[in-house]
């Protein structure tokens, strides 16, 4: 996601689409298909929806964190119908615990009474998140995301 900062370079996730003991998807076709809209919006400049929603910011709202994403203008939903699941919050101990999500518009709000003033918030951030539900009206799934920083000098 780190390379979507350089000029016409896309990103097609396809977290929905994989399989949890093979790297490469069989579903050939949906990454295809995602690729291909990629292409048409930057080489062809189309206007069009053509990735899922993308971590933009987390705020904290009395003690929760309000989670807004690009690519989500037109709103989100699950894939499924239920709340949103593959959250997780964390407070100034750092320590992760799963966390209850809703849908608000274009946002997410994310807690967990388990945490008092969550200060990070990750979302299926996991070797194979298959319970990660989040995708934007176009029906391309949100992108895994964290919000804290891991401190490297731990793995000296």
């Not at 780190?2 to 949906?30: F, R, T």
């Not at 919006?41 to 206007?47: D, E, F, L, M, V």
């Not at 969550?118 to 990660?132: E, L, T």
């Not at 995708?135 to 490297?152: C, H, I, L, V, W």
Request: proline share 6%; hydrophobic share 40%; glycine share 8%.
């Amino acid at each position: 996601q780190q390379m979507l900062k350089i000029p016409n370079v896309g990103l097609a996730c396809a977290i929905d689409i994989g399989e949890a003991a093979n790297i490469h998807p069989a579903n050939k076709q949906d990454v295809g298909r995602r690729l291909a809209l990629e292409a048409e919006r930057i080489a062809y400049g189309k206007k069009i929806v053509s990735r899922g929603p993308l971590f933009r910011a987390a705020k904290e709202e009395k003690g929760a964190l309000r989670v807004s994403f690009d690519n989500a203008e037109g709103g989100l939903k699950t894939s499924d119908g239920k709340a949103p699941n593959g959250f997780a919050v964390a407070g100034a101990d750092k320590k992760f615990v799963w966390a209850d999500a809703k849908i608000d518009g274009d946002t997410v709000l994310v807690w967990s009474d388990q945490v008092k003033d969550p200060i990070a918030v990750r979302y299926a951030w996991a070797m194979y998140p298959a319970d990660a539900n989040l995708f934007n009206k176009e029906g391309f799934p949100a992108s895994p995301f964290r919000t804290d920083q891991p401190d490297y000098l731990l793995y000296r």
